[in-house]
């Protein structure tokens, strides 16, 4: 089990670093987060604070990061109804 917590950090802070990395070499102007890691924070306030990019926290109705909805420009709550209508823009 340790081994895999251990894993799963070092994903989180690549992730985190290719994040900041896309932004500075201007892959994106606005990055979609599907993940409730407070830890990512540090690297969002840079990137939305330092180099003027938009990070949208996606999130289920319940659980969600109090530190990331107040740390990302803004939230989106991921409901049944959107998931289905996007569904059923691409069918498969």
């Given at each position: ?24 070499t ?8 599907f993940?409730?890691?407070a ?6 306030r ?6 003027n990019k ?6 289920f109705p319940t659980?969600?990061?109090?530190e990331?909805?107040?740390t990302?420009?803004?939230y989106?709550i991921?409901t ?12 498969q």
């Amino acid at each position: 089990m340790d081994c895999y917590k251990s894993w799963e950090k070092g994903v989180d802070v690549q992730l985190a670093i290719y994040m900041i990395i896309d932004a500075l070499t201007k892959k994106y102007d606005t990055a979609l987060l599907f993940s409730g890691d407070a830890d990512f924070c540090p690297a969002i306030r840079y990137i939305v604070k330092g180099l003027n990019k938009e990070v949208i926290y996606c999130c289920f109705p319940t659980p969600k990061t109090s530190e990331l909805i107040q740390t990302c420009s803004k939230y989106q709550i991921i409901t049944k109804e959107i998931i289905l209508k996007s569904m059923a823009n691409h069918p498969q």
